[in-house]
């Protein structure tokens, strides 16, 4: 019998990234095609003994159903956790998340009326644009350069479209690994004040600089724009400096929105898995976090440093990028240069073939995709892997 599933559903279809997904099982290659943190670098030892003190100290109320809000001691640690970087937030001015992906869901479902417009940046992370489309959001794409969005252009649009609310990834972003400057930082926090429109400052990638820290984030920013704080929500994650697999992410958000997206998580999982929240309080308390971040730091800046060196030296003025200063991703854009392909799907195929992978970059827009870009992740291969990855990659380019 054919089910006839909800009409939502028609608004979004699978990533064409997880069809190419599939062809990663061949033996042998090797991907820059992945979003997932190096599962290496995993700090095993520290949250071997979180775990273990979650059991010997708090197993009654870790094992248990708890607050959907998120675990005390934990709601506590990310507020500490925030601090360091200069966001000024009380623990009952955040909710724990299933992941950072669930304050996103959230946000869509307690803002997203079907038909309402939402800006976002072209390109952006891709599971936003489906989970805001599976709302019904009309999404709006705000050119970005390698310094984020185009604050101008951002104004244009906000006049133009009355959006509903704003989706950026100030820094580091996925996947355009851009990084939005201060005047910009500034310039849109006063653009949220002025126009009174909702800006999403999703930041899971913010602690992976490899110099020089990013500037502060949207949110530790708003001290500094009258009114701007009122119209912020802030997603925040673990999974990138800790473990994806632990699913912890949080967000801070004004109060009125906080408690309807509690409401709303309330029908949806209860809470983030109590044991998980534990761990990641007992772990944060340890302090092992500083140094683990910095030793992730330093292996993806190799990586980074690495893989733009190599692509320089083996694909030339074929390919258009920017040095990433930190996060995960190199963005880049296929020139023609020698009358070679422009198409990035056409690559991605002809490189799969000979052993290497990465993200065409057209899904990655809300509209207007640019055939012509892609996504490379540096890490997870080592530095051996992405010499011959890049190398593999030339070939493919012919
Ligand atoms: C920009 C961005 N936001 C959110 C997420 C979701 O992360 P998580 O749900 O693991 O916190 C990711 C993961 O890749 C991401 O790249």
Not at 38 to 51: K, R
Not at 115 to 122: A, P, S, Y
Not at 378 to 390: H, K
């Amino acid at each position: 019998m054919p089910i006839e599933f909800a009409d939502r559903l028609r608004n979004v279809e699978t990533s064409a990234i997880r069809e190419l997904f599939k062809l990663l099982g061949k033996p042998g290659i090797i991907s820059f095609a992945g979003g997932f943190p190096d599962s290496a670098l995993f700090d095993v030892e520290g949250l071997s003994q979180a775990s273990q003190q979650v059991l010997t100290t708090q197993a009654g109320a870790a094992l248990q159903y708890g607050a959907t809000e998120g675990y005390g001691p934990l709601r506590e640690q990310l507020a500490h956790f925030m601090a360091d970087k200069g966001i000024s937030a009380r623990a009952e001015d955040l909710i724990v998340t299933t992941g950072s992906q669930q304050a996103l869901d959230l946000l869509g479902k307690v803002m997203i009326n079907p038909g309402d417009k939402v800006i976002v940046e072209g390109p952006t992370f891709l599971a936003t644009i489906q989970c805001f489309r599976l709302y019904g959001a009309h999404l709006i794409s705000a050119p970005i350069d390698a310094q984020g969005v185009l604050v101008d252009r951002l104004e244009q649009l906000i006049v133009e479209h009355k959006p509903r609310m704003i989706y950026l990834i100030p820094t580091f972003g996925n996947p355009s690994g851009a990084m939005l400057s201060i005047e910009r930082r500034m310039r849109v926090l006063e653009l949220a004040a002025k126009y009174g429109v909702l800006v999403v400052e999703d930041d899971p990638y913010g602690d992976l600089y490899f110099g020089d820290p990013p500037p502060p984030s949207l949110m530790a920013l708003s001290a500094q724009v009258s009114g701007s704080r009122d119209c912020l929500a802030y997603c925040g994650s673990l999974s990138k400096v800790l473990s994806p697999g632990l699913r912890v992410g949080w967000m801070v958000a004004p109060a009125q929105l906080l408690a309807r997206a509690t409401m709303c998580k309330q029908f949806s999982d209860a809470h983030t898995s109590t044991f998980s929240q534990a761990t990641a309080a007992f772990y944060l308390e340890s302090g092992r976090m500083p140094l683990s971040v910095a030793q992730v730091r330093r292996i993806y800046a190799e990586r980074a440093a690495a893989m733009g060196q190599a692509l320089r030296e083996q694909l030339g003025r074929a390919l258009r990028f920017s040095q990433p200063q930190g996060g995960m991703f190199f963005w880049a854009q296929l020139t023609g240069e020698g009358g070679r392909t422009q198409q990035a799907t056409e690559l991605a195929q002809k490189a799969i073939e000979q052993g290497v992978a990465f993200v065409p970059g057209a899904p990655f827009y809300a509209s207007d995709p640019d055939p012509s870009t892609l996504r490379l992740s540096f890490a997870t291969a080592d530095l051996a892997r992405i010499q011959e990855g890049v190398r593999r990659l030339k070939v493919a380019l012919g």
